[in-house]
């Protein structure tokens, strides 16, 4: 097998570590080496070796789409290269990765091909009670849930969210917060028909198709679980709590602003409210509904924007410490 490594930098290696035998590799690759020897091997530019010296490219550089570039003008076939740092903007370029399970473990290679490999996971993820379904949605936004949940050790107060639809985020809650009360309302019936004049058909609709029961049953703990079903905030019925976290994902405006005035003067200090959709094109009514709640408040709520699917605003309250 004549084998080259494209890379000479922490990805390659990396694969060392990870069963490559340096010896079963003919070169290293690299457009500017800064040297002509890597792990015992000679470093070449790609340009000295021709398509027919070569039988498989690992590459183990992230610059992925230049260097499938500069392989084509090199006449070098695409089916030779194996990405193995390919999937920054979250997808696989690899059709195939039988060449390179010979070469290196199988959990190095599962790692690779794992979609959120993308983002470099942290030390805590093999304790996560959250499953590879429950990232599928949306990964940034729910391993940001569980990076939060893990700052409210020292905050009390229960779990809520306003806007629950099937629950699929509510689970996570319920998964990451297992002894917190979770409250959940919603109409578990869709949106208010006069808020939801002016919206998409098609979405409204969608919105009507589940039920509280079915809710309950996906909720790891339901124990913990208490329903207000109905139209918030008349499904408050004089509820009186404090919050270490917060959900708040109604999609329009007036649901919105109306959760942020129950929510957030009662969200304890170093708590987080969620506000989803906070920079979604599609649902312009969230960021206005926030921009109002500030200007009734006179004052701007510390908060971070997500890069996740919805645009998710992470508000926070802020928090002394006892010095
Ligand atoms: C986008 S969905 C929630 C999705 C859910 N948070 C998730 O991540 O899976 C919006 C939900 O808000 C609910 N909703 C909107 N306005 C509401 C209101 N005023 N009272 C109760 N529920 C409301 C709708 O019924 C709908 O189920």
Redesign the pocket.
């Known amino acids: 097998m004549k084998l080259y490594i494209w890379g000479t930098g922490c990805g390659a290696g990396d694969l060392a570590d990870h069963g490559l035998d340096v010896s079963q590799v003919c070169a290293f690759l690299d457009s500017a080496p800064v040297s002509d020897c890597f792990l015992g091997r000679p470093v070449l530019r790609p340009e000295a070796v021709g398509n027919e010296k070569i039988d498989l490219i690992l590459v183990a550089n992230r610059h992925v789409e230049e260097i499938a570039q500069k392989a084509a003008e090199l006449g070098i076939a695409a089916d030779k290269l194996i990405f193995l740092k390919n999937n920054w903007q979250l997808c696989d370029r690899n059709r195939d990765y039988t060449a390179a399970e010979k070469i290196l473990d199988q959990s190095y290679l599962d790692s690779v091909r794992a979609p959120q490999h993308a983002v470099r996971e942290p030390l805590w993820v093999q304790g996560s009670p959250l499953s590879p379904r429950d990232l599928e949605n949306d990964y940034v936004r729910t391993r940001t849930l569980e990076a939060i949940c893990r700052e409210l050790e020292d905050v009390p107060g229960a779990a809520a969210?306003?806007?629950?639809?099937?629950?699929?985020?509510?689970r996570c809650v319920n998964a990451l917060l297992p002894e917190r009360t979770l409250y959940l309302?919603?109409?578990f019936?869709?949106?208010?028909k006069t808020e939801a004049k002016d919206t998409a058909a098609g979405f409204v609709q969608a919105?009507r198709n589940?039920g509280a029961d079915r809710v309950l049953r996906l909720m790891p703990h339901p124990e913990k679980v208490i329903i207000r079903q109905g139209?918030?905030p008349a499904?408050l019925g004089g509820l009186e709590e404090r919050f270490a976290l917060v959900?708040l994902?109604?999609?329009?405006e007036e649901?919105t602003l109306?959760g942020l005035r129950w929510f957030y003067p009662r969200l304890n200090a170093g708590g987080y409210l969620l506000l989803?959709d906070y920079n979604a094109p599609r649902l312009p009514g969230v960021k206005k509904a926030l921009l109002r709640y500030e200007a009734e408040r006179g004052q701007r709520i510390p908060a971070v924007p997500l890069c996740d699917v919805n645009g998710t605003l992470v508000l926070c309250k802020d928090h002394k410490l006892n010095i």
């Open positions: 969210e306003l806007g629950v639809y099937r629950g699929g985020f509510a309302f919603d109409t019936e869709g949106f208010d919105h589940t139209l918030f499904s959900s994902d109604v999609d329009l649901s109306a989803h």
